[in-house]
């Protein structure tokens, strides 16, 4: 028996639906890698706060709730291959037809993003020649956009898809995906494991691969997001 750790309060990826059961993308993805596995998985309902302190304390064996692969984590815990990844992208009112977003062409823009972010730091690093705006939330941003005070909004696909879908949101659309030159690096989630546990990181790589490989993992994220996120 693989016990897994899901915090239940991130949908679409966690959430407790209305029979108090663990619902959302990742608890579809791991009853699907658990029988690629032929494993016996349960699911350990655990607050997002001392989530990686139970996995060291042997409450369970894995945690797979949106759990960021970071430097800081990395020395505390192991880590499976990325499960998923956010891409980013730029959002400009629907008068600025879509093209490329490059570092030359968003010259001289004024380019909205969250403030002490990982977009803000690419932003700054490959953006000199556009004016930055900084935000503390992506619906400020989203505002000025609306108001035009600003060209364009970058941030993640998952947060800006969701304003675009909204009424207000019927100002916009996907300017285009961060480039592929200069790469945007974007955040990876994995299943967190204790480092000792080799054996059960490597059974998890095989299933991430496999259902990755023969359509499965299509089917489920097509049930939460309209985007690619491998």
């Known amino acids: 028996m693989i016990r897994v750790a899901v915090e239940g309060a991130y949908p679409p990826f966690n959430f407790i639906d209305g029979n108090n059961e663990l619902q959302g993308f990742e608890v579809d993805l791991l009853k699907s890698l658990c029988e ?13 706060d001392g989530i990686i302190k139970g996995l060291l304390n042997r409450d369970y064996d894995a945690i797979m ?33 879509p093209g490329e977003v490059t570092p030359l062409t968003m010259a001289g823009k004024k380019i909205g993003t969250i403030e002490r972010t990982d977009h803000e730091a690419y932003l ?21 956009l609306l108001v035009g005070r600003i060209d364009a909004v970058f941030a993640d696909e998952l947060l800006l898809s969701k304003f675009l879908a909204t009424r207000e949101g019927g100002c916009c659309h996907i300017l285009g995906d961060a480039p592929a030159e200069p790469a945007y690096k974007r955040e990876a989630y994995g299943i967190g494991l204790r480092k000792e546990d080799e054996a059960l990181r490597e059974q998890f790589n095989r299933a991430i691969a496999e259902v990755q490989a023969n359509g499965t993992y299509d089917q489920i994220r097509a049930k939460y997001f309209s985007f690619d996120i491998k």
């Open 36 to 48: 690629a596995m032929k494993a016996q998985c349960e699911l350990v309902q655990h607050p997002w």
């Open 65 to 97: 709730s949106s759990l960021e692969i970071t430097e800081r984590r990395q020395k505390r815990i192991a880590f499976s291959n990325p499960y998923y990844r956010i891409p980013a992208v730029f959002i400009a009112p629907k008068e600025t037809a």
């Open 124 to 144: 700054k690093t490959f953006y000199k020649e556009s004016e930055i705006v900084l935000y503390a939330k992506a619906e400020e941003a989203n505002l000025d």
